[in-house]
């Protein structure tokens, strides 16, 4: 029988082993106390648009950004903290990167230095010398490798995990932009330091605009018609955050789990902070006008799912969704709350017209740690967010246009309606020890590096089955394409892992490098059920919720559709990852290659 977390920590010890699990046991790794002094909220101001500063590209060219160490100011009350940051010549940033700002169709190369080295990384303590290759010298010396997450480009600019350089080193990067409009961003992904490279601030937005249609809609060019253009374009990107009282940053070891020498190992499951930063500032305010607001919305965190509402007077307001990860939906999707994995991103339409100057609007979440079924409240060892920045409504009339009802020219292609040239089940699995503490996370029951490459056929249609074995939810992102989620359906985890043969059956529990993943068809339960409206566009990244099966159709590359328009306009070959977007396990070890060939 396999055994689960949630069943090990019910249980209380493992039959016939004699080892006791303490109920708080998994828990406790993923408990974060605060570090630092109570902050005040909504006192810092949100860096706007132009504030962040903008990298305007949409004239195609060449342009640099140095990765370099700087320090930040997150909040008044703390000390500036050691940090990194992408920085263009004549630019100040401290923290993040500038928003790249695109054309559709027009390419530009982007040349990124990695001048990083002046100090010792923000978050040294805590680099697991388990999971970076042999040799590195990521304290001092960072390895870096800067991925366009969304981005149709070619396998030698994807930026993905092995394609690292190091201080004194540049790396060009080609971007085509031949994709639908979208809220794309940059970040990096350094093999097994990915989740401190961005947690210290190697992470920016990335906008690809688009010209008017053939109706003159000007959809997505923010001219002043249709949505609202900057200054009530917003990015937001959200993050959290721990400190310590000298204002650096704080990165707990895991308790529950230690190196050979007995001290703690930095590896915890994932990371959740007890600070909420959005734009590099704790819980900003953002003054509005009466009237519409355009707010690009990132999950830059680490770990942490959001539950996300927007509150006034204790009543939730009615919003809407106007695009996923790849682009504009074709309709507004009305919302009062939205859910947000790791890495996935939503471009969002707020009225605050109806408010009376001097309201109070609150951006709330309730979502649990971990998603979706961890403890709700600090007493239960989970580390809530309840609030995330305000907005303050203003005097000043805004932007009043109405929300177009259609908000592409043409629908976009609808891929459940085409053949797949395959079909493949992909499982996620977690991995304990015989406490019942997670020590790894893994895609297929394999490791990265012993992984099978999967091998797929570049123009072509496939249909991904992820199986979703584990008790957390997964934000699973795949590289180089955008992909449109068909449908999700529950599914009996013991029996499916029992026929995987992933589990040895002495311990109950999961042996990494056996087994392999086996059609779930024989365990399904109930019915599927379809994608909600808001998540009915393009995607590059998707919740897999524990216990269900997600069901995506993924075209590899952009004749996959028989000639009908993808997000995608490019095809390419070559090596690309998939992995899970929760950086703890795309560090260990939940991530694997794929080859188009």
Same mark, same amino acid.
């Given at each position: 029988m396999y055994l689960t977390r949630r069943q090990l920590l019910q249980a209380g010890a493992v039959?016939?082993?004699?080892?006791?699990?303490?109920?708080?046991? %998994?828990?406790?790794?993923?408990? +974060? %106390?605060?570090?630092?002094?109570? &902050?005040?909220?909504?006192?810092? *101001?949100?860096?706007?648009?132009?504030?962040l500063g903008v990298l305007d590209m949409r004239a195609g060219g060449q342009a640099e950004l140095s990765m370099l160490n700087a320090k930040h100011n997150?909040?008044?009350?703390?000390?500036?903290?050691?940090?990194?940051? #992408?920085?263009?010549?004549?630019?100040?940033?401290? #923290?993040?990167?500038?928003?790249?700002?695109?054309?559709?169709?027009?390419?530009?190369? +982007? $040349?990124?230095?990695? *001048?990083?080295?002046?100090?010792?990384?923000? +978050?040294?303590?805590?680099?697991?010398?388990?999971?970076?290759?042999?040799?590195?010298?990521? %304290?001092?010396?960072?390895?870096?490798? $800067?991925?366009?997450? @969304?981005?149709?480009?070619?396998?030698g600019s994807d930026g993905g995990p092995e394609q690292v350089f190091s201080p004194g080193s540049s790396y060009t990067y080609h971007y085509d932009n031949n994709q639908d409009a979208a809220g794309l961003w940059y970040h990096d992904h350094a093999l097994?330091?990915?989740?401190?490279?961005?947690?210290?601030?190697?992470?920016?937005?990335?906008?690809?605009?688009?010209?008017?249609?053939p109706s003159g809609t000007g959809i997505d060019t923010g001219d002043g018609t249709h949505l609202p253009p900057p200054p009530y374009e917003v990015p937001l990107v959200i993050q959290d955050r721990m400190f310590n009282p000298d204002g650096s940053f704080a990165y707990p070891p895991n308790p529950e789990l230690t190196t050979s020498d007995g001290t703690p190992r930095p590896w915890a499951p994932e990371f959740f902070g007890d600070v909420a930063t959005v734009n590099g500032k704790c819980w900003p305010n953002l003054d509005v006008d009466r009237g519409k607001y355009r707010f690009r919305v990132f999950n830059g965190s680490n770990a942490r799912f959001y539950? &996300?509402?927007?509150?006034?007077?204790?009543?939730?307001? $009615?919003?809407?969704?106007?695009?996923?990860?790849?682009?504009? +939906?074709?309709?507004?999707?009305? &919302?009062?709350?939205?859910?947000?994995?790791? @890495?996935?991103?939503?471009?969002?339409?707020?009225?605050? %017209?109806?408010?009376?100057a001097?309201?109070?609007?609150?951006?709330?979440?309730?979502?649990?740690?971990?998603?979706?079924? @961890?403890?709700?409240?600090?007493?239960?060892?989970?580390?809530?967010?309840?609030?995330?920045?305000?907005?303050?409504?203003?005097?000043?009339?805004?932007?009043?246009?109405? &929300?177009?009802? *259609?908000?592409?020219?043409?629908?976009?292609t609808r891929l459940a309606g085409f053949s797949t040239a395959a079909s493949r089940q992909m499982a996620l699995v977690e991995v304990l020890n015989t406490a019942g503490i997670p020590i790894m996370a893994l895609l297929n029951n394999r490791p990265f590096h012993t992984a099978d490459i999967t091998e797929v056929e570049g123009d072509t249609l496939e249909e991904w089955e992820l199986i979703n074995t584990t008790v957390d939810a997964h934000p699973i992102h795949?590289?180089?394409?955008?992909?449109?989620?068909?449908?999700?359906?529950?599914?009996?985890?013991?029996? #499916?892992?029992?026929?995987?043969?992933?589990?040895?059956?002495? $311990?109950?529990?999961?042996?990494? @490098?056996?087994?392999?993943s086996v059609p779930?068809?024989?365990f399904l339960r109930g019915r599927p059920t379809g994608a909600p409206a808001n998540e009915r566009g393009w995607k590059d990244t998707v919740v897999s919720m524990p216990g269900e099966v997600t069901r995506i159709r993924v075209p590899f590359g952009a004749g996959a559709a028989g000639g009908a328009p993808l997000a995608i306009?490019?095809?390419?070959?070559?090596?690309?990852?998939?992995?899970?977007?929760?950086?703890?396990?795309?560090?260990?070890?939940?991530?694997?290659?794929y080859v188009i060939e």
């Open positions: 039959a016939g082993t004699g080892i006791l699990v303490h109920p708080d046991a %998994a828990l406790a790794a993923r408990t +974060l %106390a605060r570090q630092a002094g109570p &902050l005040t909220k909504f006192s810092e *101001q949100l860096p706007t648009l132009a504030e997150f909040h008044s009350q703390l000390d500036p903290t050691d940090t990194f940051t #992408y920085r263009a010549d004549g630019a100040s940033q401290t #923290y993040l990167g500038p928003v790249i700002v695109t054309q559709r169709g027009t390419p530009f190369a +982007l $040349t990124v230095h990695n *001048q990083l080295g002046e100090r010792k990384h923000p +978050l040294a303590f805590a680099i697991d010398n388990e999971l970076v290759p042999p040799g590195s010298d990521d %304290a001092n010396a960072p390895r870096t490798s $800067t991925h366009l997450h @969304g981005g149709n480009t070619r396998p097994g330091i990915t989740r401190l490279n961005v947690y210290a601030g190697l992470a920016g937005g990335y906008l690809i605009r688009d010209t008017p249609g539950n &996300l509402k927007f509150v006034t007077g204790g009543n939730a307001l $009615t919003f809407a969704q106007i695009g996923t990860d790849g682009g504009l +939906l074709d309709t507004p999707a009305k &919302l009062n709350k939205l859910v947000l994995g790791p @890495g996935e991103r939503a471009d969002l339409v707020v009225d605050f %017209a109806r408010l009376p001097g309201s109070k609007v609150v951006l709330g979440n309730n979502a649990p740690t971990p998603y979706p079924d @961890g403890p709700v409240s600090a007493k239960q060892g989970g580390v809530p967010l309840r609030e995330i920045m305000q907005f303050t409504v203003q005097s000043r009339a805004g932007y009043t246009a109405p &929300l177009p009802a *259609q908000l592409r020219d043409e629908p976009m795949l590289h180089f394409t955008q992909f449109q989620v068909l449908n999700r359906q529950r599914f009996d985890v013991g029996k #499916y892992l029992a026929a995987t043969g992933y589990v040895d059956p002495g $311990t109950g529990l999961v042996t990494p @490098g056996q087994g392999s779930v068809t024989p306009g490019s095809s390419f070959k070559g090596e690309y990852v998939w992995h899970c977007h929760i950086l703890e396990h795309e560090d260990n070890d939940m991530m694997q290659r």
